[in-house]
């Protein structure tokens, strides 16, 4: 709606009325033409209330003009109004039958769980300064049952399901592509309050027995399970802290330069990955990340395959082995101590299920 000036006085030409021409030039003003006796009397009642008008006319022409204005405005308005705002897409009025998909969330996940899953295409849910695309609608079902058993399944069965319904996040919303950073690197999920988690990649989620899929596709596969269980690490700690000694193992390195550090090199100073060289919080909920998914071989395979000598940093083999067997012992203790969990049990079952889909 265009915004109507009001703060402007409008600015009128007074035009006399002139009401007969052969008086027009004999008389100054109504009030000598009607005080003529030359004027029939059955004409000066008229005559006063032509007067009457005159005035009103003369006296109210600003008020008049602005009244014209402000009813001109308002049917331009009228005229730009929306009608059916309800048929407008994201205003509330996009509806949708429910589908397979839904009935599947609905069944597997928000019953149970007390989780919505937001698939239909929202920016608003995601960064609105990078470029994103929806998640394919055949990808929902397999990326979120494989998620539940994975993740969920796994958790209560080694603690219970009034955990998971406690702590588990309530709202995720998924895109299919990546989100790229300046800085070269892709964020593959993010967790906001413990409440709201965004997965991204989803369009290229292919697990064994699908047509295309092929063993590089496991890389995507386990990045997927990894960036859940980072997050939901971020969630239990948020919720009762880790023991402060984490911090000092390997504290001096932390870096925001780590997207510039390989795997390889992060594990010679004693992190799991380059990015747990990025905070301590982040290292300690990628130790359990990468312990769940890689399972304890995987995992005991990384710690065995730093090379002997020493790093760019000066951290020796044993000391880079050493301070990564700390980081595993205060986890495993953590789950212990904090959450009754036995997270070497828990291990085990992540990543069998792990393994069904890439092996």
């Known amino acids: 709606m265009s915004k109507i000036q009001t703060n402007k006085q409008p600015i009128a030409k007074v035009i006399p009325i002139t009401f007969a021409r052969g008086w027009k030039h004999m008389y100054p003003s109504y009030d000598e033409l009607i005080m003529d006796n030359r004027v029939p009397r059955w004409l000066v009642p008229l005559l006063e209330r032509l007067k009457h008008v005159k005035n009103f006319l003369v006296n109210h022409t600003q008020k008049i003009v602005f009244f014209f204005c402000l009813i001109a405005s308002l049917a331009a308005c009228k005229k730009d109004s929306l009608d059916k705002v309800d048929s407008i897409p994201g205003l509330g009025g996009d509806t949708w039958g429910a589908t397979p998909i839904d009935k599947w969330i609905n069944d597997s996940l928000t019953i149970p769980f007390n989780i919505a899953?937001?698939?239909?295409?929202?920016?608003?849910?995601?960064?609105?300064?990078?470029?994103?695309?929806?998640?394919?609608?055949?990808?929902?079902?397999?990326?979120l049952s494989s998620i539940k058993k994975v993740w969920l399944d796994t958790y209560i069965a080694e603690k219970d399901s009034m955990f998971m319904k406690k702590y588990v996040p309530k709202f995720f919303a998924l895109a299919g592509s990546a989100s790229w950073n300046t800085d070269g690197t892709i964020t593959l999920g993010t967790a906001e309050g413990g409440r709201k988690v965004v997965l991204y990649v989803l369009n290229d989620f292919r697990i064994k027995g699908s047509p295309d899929y092929k063993p590089s596709d496991s890389f995507n596969i386990k990045q997927m399970f990894h960036t859940i269980e980072h997050e939901f690490g971020h969630i239990l700690h948020q919720t009762i802290m880790y023991p402060q000694d984490f911090k000092s193992i390997t504290v001096g390195f932390y870096t925001s330069n780590w997207n510039n550090v390989s795997d390889a090199n992060a594990n010679k100073d004693g992190f799991v990955t380059a990015y747990a060289e990025s905070a301590p919080d982040e290292d300690f909920v990628e130790m359990i990340a990468m312990m769940l998914i890689e399972g304890k071989g995987g995992f005991d395979a990384i710690v065995n395959r730093i090379p002997p000598g020493t790093s760019a940093n000066n951290v020796t083999q044993a000391q880079a082995v050493n301070k990564l067997r700390q980081k595993e012992a205060i986890v495993v203790n953590y789950f212990k101590d904090t959450w009754g969990i036995n997270f070497y049990s828990l291990q085990t079952r992540v990543r069998a299920q792990v393994e069904k889909l890439i092996k």
């Open 117 to 143: 899953v937001k698939y239909k295409w929202d920016q608003f849910e995601l960064s609105l300064n990078k470029t994103l695309v929806p998640p394919k609608e055949d990808k929902i079902i397999p990326v």
